[in-house]
């Protein structure tokens, strides 16, 4: 009942009351960055709550136009966003294994969690628990321009402004029908892209109001890795061969626990091994590139609308409403048994007699007593199977999104207006796990009656499975039995009450031609998610790959605010005081956590900023801003469970342990089997993935940064009219860090410096490894791996440069468009605690550092207008950058060792077609993309634009699968950062009446 009334208020809002009701103005055009005003009186800058057109911003704002989202041919939001320098790439539509259904933007690499997206200065609900909205809801179709502000914004906007906001902004008064349509696909005829909009807008009562209705719809194609050259086979990062790596491949491998066994050739070791380790028989590694996808399938609907209507000269009622409906599939490689601890039958009629053989040695049974009419049963310690027969695994993402605000706007006088409005918005993320093995349903299906002829229990259709074969032993019969779906559901909601004064004075200083301007008002927040998962998700280790459990997990918070901010303008039209101008702001917000227990906390931010024009032409700014960022409900409440990251190298791992007493007692202290260790056959993590433990932590408090912006704006007024130069430094300071270690760090911490003590010291008996094996990888039902607990203990930092040309003048025969936007990162700079390595991450890939942040980046676009036509070249830059482990301090900081950091260059060996391919996995070198568009007004009416996306089919680097962290590296390289789908055409039509 509550979800249809929210719904059937959304299409009352939408479709009968629009004419009744008003919109707010957001805008903030390329003119702030140059400091001309707008003629729009109701205008407020992005980055300020003061509404007044002569108010020049002291903190810098990229500007992306509808013009250039019309040229990049962009389907959703992160695609724009993954454009613009300085932007480091979060989850998105080329993320496939770590997606969870929704598209992020990650400012200056600070995180997802620390940046803000609004639509038209107003926050949207978030997608999850997480704090963060997701870009797929964003109308693109009524997208006037996107604001980037980059820096602490939290004085203006409140918690989670570490980094900046991101304020997409729509069109105002929109009149008239648009309907326009687009396709895109790849040079080699997969990735189909698709996406239809349509916009009806007009004013009514003598202009006095204005209503707008967009649907849209977006329909997105798979690219499976397999279908491209680089990322058919699995290439090792360390090794180069071209294979497989994971040791859950096909026939079953059993890992054991006996002297009798002994050889352990599956991780390819030929010794003999006295202790009696063993995992037979030997398989190769699973292959599992092609099942992977570079491009992650995508459909959406969506519905966007809003309205305003001037009651009377000083009263505006406004609205706007949106519904989205998502579906996003992340689709990987077949399920299995990784690890698991499963008891079989002698009497199992699929058993080979080798195998037979083995497991009555495993089990102590005498050979006479070894037959295939035994009821004895052994308990293997570790079985690996994949199971191929199953399908691959796909998590379908469906979300729905409901965001609806009201208001009013009073003029209280000629230049002060009273803003109050209210918003609710929910958000609903349901997401089905499809082809997953169940491990309660293998072991019925291996428990089979005392003649072996059918399951023991028979509950459920159970079929005895043959898990002893090659690929296609499993039978379809089987497959299902064994098969099951998951469902986990992910609810958020945010309810938003706020009343703001803003205007002027009427006065100003006597020096100063403009009056002192301010805002002031409170705002109340309302946050709660809950995770919903079924029985299924919740058992650890039941969903064969699926990771740890799922835990239910219900929280919240209210946030009560008061701000103010002041505008100055100190001097204006005097000699070298062109224009001066001070600002300051202050926030205080008080944070009530709904749970028992939990501390609530306040916190205070404040800004102060200037801008100094000595001449017309030239304008210097500045500002200090003290940020904070409150935790968000997933960081407060989730419960501690087992997961997987990435680690490649284990100090326990292989033959490096053997004779060596203080890393062999640290090992075993940690749980690994002696025999293991002595015999050094503790495997590497699989598949380069170690498992790790963490949660929230409902004792953590905000965090709090301080940043700095200083820059200046050139715009010639008599020479090179039309051009625009703004160059800008920041800098950004995150302290109490809500943080966890990296697994190089948890294991740094514990091997960096091996003594006496290790064996005893919590940084490595913290650490806690798989009973069968040693190994960091297994069961997340009894491999708890590294500990991860969330702590205020971390450090965050960056610094940099951006600059900004623009040019724009008439050659004659056409018109030039000319864009630069580029951005130097000195530094990006994370430390888990005070004790740990302050690890910097520019120019740098591994598991340590996340997606790539390269030092210099830059987009440039030139474009010639030749009446109905024109033509734009699109040139993006990405520098070159290197693997960590080669940094200077990799022996002692980054989570190397000389013995184990990358160091491969050669050629690659194996299968498939990049065998014989000459490859240095320690660099990437620069990259140059190339992206050209034609447009064509066709009438006055109809518009087409065509474009070749990376026109020079640049390939994709090639750093093999276990470089960097899986979510963004996939397929043998960094498929977010770089262009894994090769030369893209796209053609789009735009009709409006």
Not at 76 to 85: D, S
Not at 464 to 476: K, R, V, Y
Request: hydrophobic residues 40%.
């Amino acid at each position: 009942m509550k979800t249809q009334f929210k719904l059937s208020l959304l299409g009352t809002t939408l479709l009968i009351g629009a004419a009744s009701l008003a919109t707010p103005a957001f805008a903030q055009d390329q003119e702030q960055d140059t400091g001309a005003p707008s003629n729009d009186a109701t205008i407020v800058v992005t980055g300020s709550l003061i509404s007044n057109p002569n108010v020049v911003a002291s903190s810098p704002v990229n500007v992306t136009t509808a013009e250039e989202i019309e040229l990049l041919q962009a389907n959703v939001a992160e695609e724009i966003l993954r454009e613009i320098p300085g932007v480091v790439p979060a989850l998105g539509s080329a993320v496939n294994n770590g997606a969870n259904g929704t598209n992020t933007v990650n400012l200056r690499g600070l995180g997802a969690n620390r940046n803000l997206v609004l639509l038209d200065g107003n926050r949207l609900v978030p997608a999850n628990f997480g704090g963060s909205v997701d870009l797929n809801n964003i109308p693109l179709a009524l997208i006037e321009r996107v604001d980037v502000l980059t820096g602490g914004a939290s004085t203006t906007y409140g918690a989670d402004a570490i980094s900046g906001v991101v304020n997409f902004v729509t069109k105002r008064d929109f009149a008239g029908v648009e309907m326009s349509a687009s396709n895109r696909i790849t040079e080699e005829g997969d990735g189909n892209a698709l996406r239809a909009d349509l916009t009806v807008g007009a004013n009514f009562d003598d202009g006095r109001g204005n209503a707008v209705l967009s649907i849209g719809y977006q329909e997105v194609d798979p690219v499976y890795q397999g279908a491209r050259p680089i990322s058919l086979f699995q290439v090792s990062s360390t090794s180069g061969v071209a294979s497989g790596n994971s040791p859950t491949s096909i026939p079953t491998s059993f890992a054991f626990d006996n002297a009798a066994i002994p050889v352990d050739p599956v991780f390819g070791l030929t010794q003999t091994n006295p202790a009696g380790d063993a995992i037979v028989p030997f398989y190769a590694g699973f292959n599992f590139n092609p099942f992977n996808i570079f491009q992650t399938p995508f459909e959406r609907f969506n519905m966007f609308g809003q309205a305003h209507y001037e009651i009377s000269d000083s009263v505006e009622v406004y609205t706007r409403g949106l519904f989205s409906k998502n579906t996003v599939s992340a689709i990987i490689a077949p399920s299995g048994v990784f690890g698991e601890t499963l008891t079989v039958g002698l009497n199992n009629p699929f058993l080979t007699p080798s195998i037979r053989s083995t497991l009555c040695i495993e089990g102590g049974i005498a050979a006479a007593a070894c037959t295939p009419t035994s009821t004895a049963t052994v308990t293997i310690p570790g079985v690996y199977r994949r199971t191929v027969e199953v399908g691959p695994r796909i998590s379908e993402y469906v979300t729905q999104v409901f965001d609806y605000r009201l208001g009013v706007k009073v003029g209280v006088t000629d230049t002060i207006k009273l803003d109050v409005s209210g918003s609710y918005g929910e958000s609903e993320n349901r997401e089905t796990r499809q082809n997953y093995v169940l491990r309660s349903r293998l072991q019925q299906a291996l428990t089979l009656n005392a003649a072996g002829t059918a399951c023991a229990n028979p509950a459920g259709g159970c079929v005895p499975l043959n898990l002893f074969g090659a690929a296609g032993s499993i039978t379809p019969a089987q497959a299902a039995f064994i098969r099951g779906s998951s469902t986990v559901t992910n609810k958020a909601s945010l309810a938003q009450a706020r009343a703001l004064l803003a205007g002027d004075f009427g006065f100003s200083i006597p020096s100063a031609s403009q009056p002192i301007s301010f805002a002031i008002g409170g705002e109340y927040r309302e946050y709660t998610a809950a995770r919903e998962p079924d029985n299924l998700a919740a058992v650890p280790g039941e969903l064969g790959g699926a990771g740890g459990a799922i835990l239910p997990l219900d929280g919240g918070y209210n946030v009560y605010d008061a701000f103010g901010e002041l505008n100055v303008p100190i001097a204006s039209d005097q000699p070298f005081f062109h224009d001066l101008s001070l600002e300051a702001g202050v926030r205080y917000s008080k944070y009530e956590v709904d749970t028992a227990g939990s501390p609530s906390f306040s916190a205070t931010t404040y800004k102060i900023g200037g801008s100094w024009a000595p001449v017309e032409a030239l304008r210097f700014r500045g500002s200090f801003q003290r940020a904070v960022r409150a935790p968000n409900i997933g960081e407060l409440f989730a419960p501690v469970v087992t997961g997987l990251d990435n680690l490649s190298v284990d100090p326990c791992a292989g033959t490096g342990v053997i004779g060596n007493a203080l890393l062999s007692a640290v090992c075993i202290a940690q749980g690994a089997p002696a025999g293991r260790v002595a015999a050094g056959t503790i495997p590497q993590p699989a598949a380069g993935q170690a498992n790790v433990t963490g949660g929230g932590n409902p004792l953590i408090g905000p965090e709090k940064a301080e940043t700095y912006a200083l820059g200046f704006v050139f715009q010639p007024t008599t020479f090179l009219s039309g051009l625009t130069v703004s160059m800008d430094y920041y800098n950004i300071v995150v302290d109490n860090a809500i943080t966890n270690a990296t697994p190089g760090d948890i294991i740094q911490g514990c091997f960096g410096s091996l003594t006496a003590a290790s064996a005893t010291s919590p940084a490595c008996t913290g650490i806690r490894r798989n009973p069968t094996t040693g190994a960091l990888s297994g069961s997340t039902a009894n491999t708890f791996g590294l500990p991860q607990p969330l702590t205020n203990l971390g450090r965050l930092s960056t610094d940099g440069i951006d600059l900004s040309i623009n040019y724009r003048t008439d050659l004659g025969f056409a018109t030039l468009g000319w864009a630069f936007n580029g951005n130097w990162t000195n530094t990006s700079k994370f430390r888990a605690s005070p004790t740990a390595f302050n690890r910097d991450c520019v120019g740098y890939y591994s598991v340590n550092c996340q997606s790539i942040q390269p030092e210099f980046s830059f987009s440039q676009r030139t474009t010639l207008g030749f009446g109905d036509v024109d033509v734009s070249l699109l040139w993006r830059y990405i520098d070159s950058v290197q693997y960590e482990g080669q940094a200077p301090d990799a022996l002692t900081g980054r989570g190397f060792t000389n013995a184990n950091r990358n160091l491969f260059r050669g050629t690659v060996t194996g299968a498939g077609p990049m065998v014989g391919r000459q490859v240095d996995f320690n660099r990437i070198r620069a990259y140059h993309y190339f992206d050209l568009s034609t447009r064509f007004s066709i009438t006055d009416n109809l518009g087409l634009t065509m474009t070749v996306l990376n026109l020079t089919n640049q390939k994709a680097p090639l750093v093999g699968n276990t470089a960097g962290a899986t979510a963004f590296n996939s397929g043998n390289t960094y498929p977010s950062t770089y262009d894994a789908l090769g030369r893209t055409f796209a053609v789009s039509a735009k009709l409006k009446f």
